[in-house]
């Protein structure tokens, strides 16, 4: 059975990689591990971890094909939709109202997020019910958005229904705890890329504040020219789990992007709340001695 386990970006050179695997070459796996744990060179450390990924990845995931194992090849929230997500715009439509339909929550959605950029919008639920539209706007904070005694609302209702032609309707659900809103910690990591923060210590500030809130796990990853480098890299920090092919797995997940001087930032959080597991109880390990035995009478013919 062949066994395979990568190891991207290595801070050291082929020619030194390459001494410490001639010699473990030919010896078993745990003859290996011993090799490399006394070993001096600074390569030692790099062939001990892609061994022992290798050696996990025959432990757990043994007869699994490649489709499932392959959970960061494809959007965290796409792969999920009608299974425990569900879509940012709920409305049916004839063939021929479809790409009006479609065209318009276009128009809506671009036409609030840079009117609101300011107010930590997450998301914008659309619902077309009876010839009228009805968005609802969850945010971290709704008093930008309503305005004094309402005003700001009311210009949002009715620049909506003149852009669609149907009568419009806004309702604003507040964001308790933002740090645990994957677009709502994008945002504020690109706000502060902007404004020349490290990135490390923004991504470590967000992760630690999400931790200590509750997540059950959090990944970022930023790529591009950070700390305005030449070269453009990817670098990412991840704390607790966050299993990306487990489809009852409530993850969150958002991307943004940062405008600086050197160029543009992408960013990319996932951030893991626990299972849904719906009616289904986890399973547990039935206790056989509350089992009523089942006692078999011999019929006695006649």
Same mark, same amino acid.
């Given at each position: 059975?062949?066994?395979?386990?990568?190891?991207?970006?290595?801070?050291?050179?082929?020619?030194?990689?390459?001494?410490?695997?001639?010699?473990?070459?030919?010896?078993?796996?745990?003859?290996?591990?011993?090799?490399?744990?006394?070993?001096?060179?600074?390569?030692?450390?790099?062939?001990?971890?892609?061994?022992?990924?290798?050696?996990?990845?025959?432990?757990?995931?043994?007869?699994?094909?490649?489709?499932?194992?392959?959970?960061?090849?494809?959007?965290?929230?796409?792969?999920?939709?009608?299974?425990?997500?569900?879509?940012?715009?709920?409305?049916?439509?004839?063939?021929?109202?479809?790409?009006?339909?479609?065209?318009?929550?276009?128009?809506?959605?671009?036409?609030?997020?840079?009117?609101?950029?300011?107010?930590?919008?997450?998301?914008?639920? =659309?619902?077309?019910? /009876? +010839?009228? @539209?009805? %968005?609802? !706007?969850?945010?971290?904070?709704? $008093?930008?958005? #309503?305005?004094?005694?309402?005003?700001?609302?009311?210009?949002?209702?009715?620049?909506?229904?003149?852009?669609?032609?149907?009568?419009?309707?806004?309702?604003?659900?507040?964001?308790?705890?933002?740090?645990?809103?994957?677009?709502?910690?994008?945002?504020?990591?690109?706000?502060?890329?902007?404004?020349?923060?490290?990135?490390?210590?923004?991504?470590?500030?967000?992760?630690?504040?999400? =931790?200590?809130?509750? /997540? +059950?796990? @959090?990944? %970022?990853? !930023?790529?591009?020219?950070?700390? $305005?480098?030449? #070269?453009?890299?990817?670098?990412?920090?991840?704390?607790?789990?966050?299993?990306?092919?487990?489809?009852?797995?409530?993850?969150?997940?958002?991307?943004?992007?940062?405008?600086?001087?050197?160029?543009?930032?992408?960013?990319?959080?996932?951030?893991?709340?626990?299972?849904?597991?719906?009616?289904?109880?986890?399973?547990?390990?039935?206790?056989?001695?509350?089992?009523?035995?089942?006692?078999?009478?011999?019929?006695?013919?006649?």
């Amino acid at each position: 059975m062949e066994i395979f386990s990568h190891h991207r970006y290595a801070r050291s050179s082929a020619q030194k990689i390459r001494l410490v695997a001639n010699l473990i070459r030919g010896n078993d796996v745990s003859k290996a591990l011993e090799i490399l744990n006394f070993s001096k060179k600074k390569s030692a450390y790099l062939i001990k971890k892609v061994l022992q990924s290798a050696i996990a990845n025959a432990e757990h995931n043994d007869g699994i094909s490649e489709a499932i194992l392959m959970g960061q090849k494809v959007n965290p929230n796409g792969i999920r939709l009608g299974i425990i997500q569900s879509w940012r715009s709920t409305w049916y439509a004839n063939t021929k109202d479809f790409a009006k339909n479609l065209a318009s929550d276009f128009k809506v959605r671009a036409f609030l997020n840079k009117s609101l950029s300011k107010a930590s919008i997450s998301k914008l639920i =659309i619902e077309r019910p /009876a +010839k009228s @539209i009805r %968005i609802n !706007i969850y945010t971290a904070r709704p $008093g930008i958005v #309503i305005g004094k005694k309402g005003e700001d609302v009311e210009k949002l209702r009715k620049i909506i229904s003149k852009i669609t032609g149907v009568p419009a309707q806004i309702s604003i659900t507040e964001i308790k705890r933002p740090e645990l809103d994957a677009k709502l910690v994008s945002d504020n990591i690109a706000s502060q890329l902007e404004r020349r923060i490290m990135f490390r210590r923004a991504m470590k500030r967000a992760v630690q504040n999400a =931790i200590r809130l509750g /997540a +059950k796990g @959090i990944k %970022i990853e !930023i790529s591009g020219r950070l700390g $305005g480098s030449e #070269i453009a890299r990817t670098e990412w920090y991840r704390e607790g789990r966050v299993p990306l092919h487990t489809f009852r797995a409530n993850i969150d997940y958002s991307t943004s992007e940062a405008r600086t001087t050197y160029g543009i930032i992408g960013i990319k959080v996932a951030i893991f709340k626990g299972e849904i597991l719906g009616n289904i109880s986890p399973y547990k390990n039935q206790d056989l001695s509350i089992i009523p035995k089942k006692n078999n009478y011999r019929k006695i013919r006649k």
